[in-house]
């Protein structure tokens, strides 16, 4: 299956990406990863991409496009996928529906992970990330539950910043659900629930 994950960020695509990955094997592409990636090792495309991030707005859309156009050629992305963060805008949407018409892989769902704001900003804030495997978790967590490596807050859950990273979802990504629906493909789910319960909508909502 290739899905889309849409949603604000922290309505928990990430930790209903791995979940989906887990059981079912589909390749991981979260865009997000891929830039916190290059900027780890500075490459010159981590230290371009770095600025926006750290001010919560968007990566130029022909960078990212690139990188997801080259990930798509990776032979684990032949038996599904998952976009994690990726289309944000609508260049990004039509970019993405004419790279996957040319690998004659189509879509099968655009799945929109809907969590009110004001949620959003209690869970993004206190959020925290494993240094060393990704795990995502929270303040609550002193070290990793998965593998006991340190936990950090990535620069971009600060208050101001997560306001505005939702200030740019609601301009440049929010629309992208009207675009997904007119495709038929978009399917909802009340992402304000114990992730277990969102996994098991997500399943059902798929027909997995
Ligand atoms: P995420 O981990 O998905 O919340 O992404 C973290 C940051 O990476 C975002 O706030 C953007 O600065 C950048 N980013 C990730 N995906 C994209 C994308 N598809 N388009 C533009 N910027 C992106």
Do not use: W
Not at 3 to 23: D, F, N, S, Y
């Amino acid at each position: 299956m290739n899905i889309v994950l849409l949603g604000a960020p922290g309505a928990g695509k990430g930790t209903q990406a791995a979940k989906l990955v887990e059981k079912y094997g589909f390749a991981h592409i979260s865009t997000g990863d891929m830039l916190r990636a290059a900027v780890k090792n500075q490459t010159p495309l981590g230290l371009e991409a770095k600025k926006y991030m750290d001010a919560g707005d968007l990566v130029p859309d022909e960078v990212v496009i690139g990188l997801v156009k080259e990930r798509l050629q990776d032979a684990d992305t032949a038996n599904g996928f998952i976009l994690d963060g990726f289309p944000r805008t609508s260049t990004q949407a039509v970019a993405l529906d004419s790279e996957l018409s040319s690998l004659e892989r189509p879509l099968d769902a655009a799945l929109l992970v809907d969590v009110d704001k004001e949620v959003i900003i209690k869970r993004l804030t206190s959020r925290r990330m494993c240094r060393d495997c990704g795990y995502i978790g929270s303040d609550a967590d002193a070290a990793c539950p998965k593998c006991n490596g340190e936990m950090y807050q990535r620069d971009d859950d600060n208050e101001a910043t997560v306001r505005n990273r939702l200030d740019v979802y609601e301009s440049s990504t929010a629309p992208l659900i009207d675009y997904y629906r007119g495709c038929e493909l978009l399917k909802e789910i009340d992402g304000d629930r114990d992730p277990q319960v969102v996994f098991d909508a997500i399943v059902s909502t798929l027909g997995l």
